[in-house]
């Protein structure tokens, strides 16, 4: 059973800065940064992976690209998610996921652990 801890959520003013942390109790290859709004769908924001040939990849939501960034700490099996230009439509629970395989995907399907969330509020 992998266990995954969020933190860093809060409010900000839009155009604000963010960054969330996930602790997670093992090392996972694939893990991702998921939002949801009530009464929406569970939307992957990023995601990252180990490629065929090791290296890492990472991958993101169109509505973020250019603006989130997901890294890692492999030594403190931590990931984060640096959201920069916040904008009020970025509000949401944020939920990081980790899941059996090793590529970058962003297909809820994929993940089968989650943690609790940590809300993310961005104003205007």
């Known amino acids: 059973q992998v266990q995954l801890v969020e933190s860093g959520g809060g409010s900000v003013q839009a155009g604000g800065s963010l960054r969330l942390s996930c602790a997670a109790s093992?090392?996972?290859?694939?893990m991702a940064w998921f939002r949801q709004v009530p009464g929406k769908e569970r939307e992957g924001v990023a995601g990252?992976?180990?490629?065929?040939?090791?290296?890492?990849?990472?991958c993101y939501a169109d509505s973020v690209k250019g603006r989130f960034t997901i890294s890692r700490d492999n030594t403190r099996n931590t990931l984060y998610l640096q959201m920069n230009s916040l904008k009020p439509e970025d509000s949401a629970m944020y939920y990081c996921?980790?899941?059996?395989?090793?590529?970058?995907?962003?297909?809820?399907?994929?993940?089968?652990?989650w943690g609790q969330g940590t809300q993310v509020t961005v104003s205007s």
């Open positions: 996921a980790t899941g059996g395989g090793f590529d970058c995907t962003l297909a809820e399907s994929d993940f089968n652990y």
């Open positions: 093992e090392y996972r290859d694939r």
């Open positions: 990252i992976g180990i490629t065929m040939r090791s290296t890492v990849r990472a």
